[in-house]
């Protein structure tokens, strides 16, 4: 049975919720015969989140790790397929941490690509009624940070785990007094990370 690791950031940037880390908890009871999901919540600081999806990687030794973030603004649910070795924060993290034109590793690689399928998670996704679509840059900031940590350690480390990161928009109650901003149900987050779940968990099933 596949194990998949998946981790939502607390909230930051002064904001009490955070729909990636509340959408994350739902799938802690998340029970189906395919697959043992497993779900951690990380610190959104630039030092520590890398260290606690490593950690939890070397405790857990999961077949894949999804990485979820919050994306105020964007108008469905971002599949990741590029991890850029920058970060260039516009806000700073949640210790005041907030670093420009960084490389988080500095001999690493420019980049990582996503090693979760991404098309078939938005084909997946979208035919549950929900809006998804493949981004490529995850920004500059702690999730983008995360995703490439994680992509470098399993790389580095040659172990055979395939890595994502998926964006997720407002909760309906955040977009308030935001404008037009964009958001989803928490609901609707639920079943497009339980969908991505299923559709990873299958791609190992068939390697």
Wanted: hydrophobic residues 45%; aromatic residues 6%; charged residues 15%.
């Amino acid at each position: 049975m596949p194990r998949i690791l998946i981790t939502g950031f607390e909230p930051f940037g002064g904001a009490t919720v955070n729909p990636a880390s509340l959408a994350v908890q739902k799938l802690e009871n998340m029970t189906r015969d395919n697959v043992q999901v497993i779900t951690r919540e990380i610190p959104t600081v630039f030092d520590k989140s890398p260290k606690a999806v490593q950690d939890a990687i070397s405790e857990l030794s999961p077949d894949a790790v999804i990485s979820v973030g919050q994306a105020g603004g964007t108008p469905g649910i971002r599949v990741e397929r590029v991890a850029l070795n920058l970060s260039d924060a516009r806000i700073p993290d949640n210790e005041g941490n907030c670093p420009s034109d960084s490389l988080i590793v500095p001999a690493g690689p420019v980049a990582y690509w996503a090693t979760i399928p991404a098309r078939e998670l938005v084909d997946a996704i979208t035919k549950q009624g929900i809006p998804a679509f493949i981004s490529y840059s995850a920004g500059t900031f702690v999730c983008n940070h995360v995703f490439y940590s994680t992509c470098h350690f399993v790389a580095v480390e040659n172990m055979p785990i395939k890595v994502g990161f998926i964006h997720v928009p407002y909760l309906p109650c955040q977009a308030v007094g935001k404008g037009q901003a964009p958001s989803m149900s928490l609901e609707c987050i639920v079943t497009a990370l339980e969908t991505a779940v299923e559709v990873v968990a299958g791609s190992i099933v068939s390697d």
